[in-house]
């Protein structure tokens, strides 16, 4: 006859026997966040080194690496500072060789900025705000303020600010389609995410923009984006 105390024990024995596979089943998840901690901890040590190395060649590889580290949603700040640290090759960091430069990696510094804004923080803000101050080549300026419109972060209009610098400076030098583009691109996204701009500076490269001496197609987005900027905050 099946006994009430047979009938126990194998209630205890299905009891102790879920209990040890749960605890077996969190102690392998557990050791999955570990593992993966320390994944993550040697794949921001590789960048950082081969960010380090001489050649622009390395320099580039590092890049590829930080482009899939975000991509899998790595937004270590170490993987920030690494990219700060490639925005200034050349320009704020320089190496020299019987006096010439021999760090100035253009491409490089446009990779850094345009993953700067796939970080999406303050910092990374930060860090490009600073390319916006130090920064001669076109090619990298334009990809620093697409990042800032990305991010979207514009407190006091001071990203605002950073980019009508570097905007007035090439019109007044070299007026740039790209550069325009990029600003009023820029100055757009800045718009929708904070329920507009309110900055006369911002209006006012607008409308030099409208009119200057740009191609037809850049002069009518300024234009547009002039009209949208009307319709907030009514």
Request: glycine letters at 4%; zero cysteines; hydrophobic letters at 40%.
């Amino acid at each position: 006859m099946f006994s009430f105390k047979r009938f126990s024990i194998l209630i205890i024995a299905s009891v102790i026997i879920t209990t040890t596979a749960f605890a077996q089943n969190n102690q392998r998840r557990e050791m999955t966040v570990e593992e993966s901690y320390l994944q993550e901890s040697i794949e921001v040590m590789i960048i950082r080194e081969t960010a380090r190395a001489h050649s622009r060649e390395q320099k580039l590889i590092a890049l590829e690496y930080i482009a899939d580290a975000i991509e899998r949603g790595n937004t270590n700040d170490e993987i920030r500072q690494t990219l700060e640290f490639l925005s200034r090759e050349g320009r704020r960091t320089q190496a020299r060789e019987n006096g010439r430069l021999v760090n100035n990696f253009p491409d490089v510094r446009r990779q850094a900025a345009k993953y700067l804004g796939q970080m999406k923080t303050e910092e990374a803000k930060r860090s490009l705000l600073e390319i916006t101050q130090f920064e001669n080549e076109p090619m990298v300026l334009q990809e620093a303020i697409k990042s800032l419109g990305d991010i979207g972060l514009n407190e006091n209009n001071e990203t605002v600010a950073h980019i009508a610098f570097v905007m007035t400076r090439f019109n007044s030098t070299n007026p740039d389609n790209l550069m325009a583009l990029a600003t009023i691109d820029a100055f757009e996204k800045i718009a929708r995410a904070n329920n507009g701009i309110n900055s006369p500076e911002a209006v006012r490269i607008l409308v030099l923009i409208a009119e200057g001496q740009y191609v037809t197609p850049v002069k009518e987005r300024a234009r547009q984006l002039l009209a949208e900027l009307r319709t907030y905050g009514g």
